[in-house]
């Protein structure tokens, strides 16, 4: 499976920005599907993911209002929108695949559930 990640770029605080995340390979329509970040110097963080069904969404605390994950089974793909960005927000993003779609959402979060990762790509927002 390979997951191609697109829409970064360079914005102004207070925009918004959609990142979209494309499966090949092999369907992920029974997947849990997560966004994570990572900025210079600091772990990767969790920032959202939507189940199988796309009826179940979890989101890091610091994104909370701010941006929605959402997915199409049929174009096997991810999308976040990023709304009302902060300088904070700048970091490389990576869209991820877990093969367990039963997995509670208790371990969403966790990087280490994930089989599958993106390429990243990078969002910067200047003040």
């Known amino acids: 499976v390979q997951l191609q990640a697109s829409g970064g770029g360079l914005v102004q605080a207070g925009d918004s920005l959609t990142l979209s995340c494309a499966a090949s390979g092999r369907s992920l329509s029974r997947s849990t599907m997560a966004w994570f970040r990572q900025a210079p110097g600091k772990e990767r963080e969790f920032v959202a993911a939507v189940s199988w069904s796309g009826n179940s969404k979890r989101y890091g605390d610091s994104v909370k209002g701010r941006f929605t994950i959402s997915r199409d089974n049929a174009k096997n793909s991810a999308t976040i929108h990023l709304n009302s960005l902060k300088s904070e927000d700048t970091a490389v993003y990576y869209c991820?695949?877990?093969?367990?779609?039963?997995?509670?959402?208790?371990?969403?979060?966790?990087?280490?559930?994930?089989?599958?990762w993106g390429q990243g790509t990078l969002v910067t927002v200047s003040s």
């Open positions: 991820a695949g877990d093969l367990d779609r039963y997995r509670s959402d208790l371990y969403w979060h966790l990087r280490e559930e994930y089989e599958y």
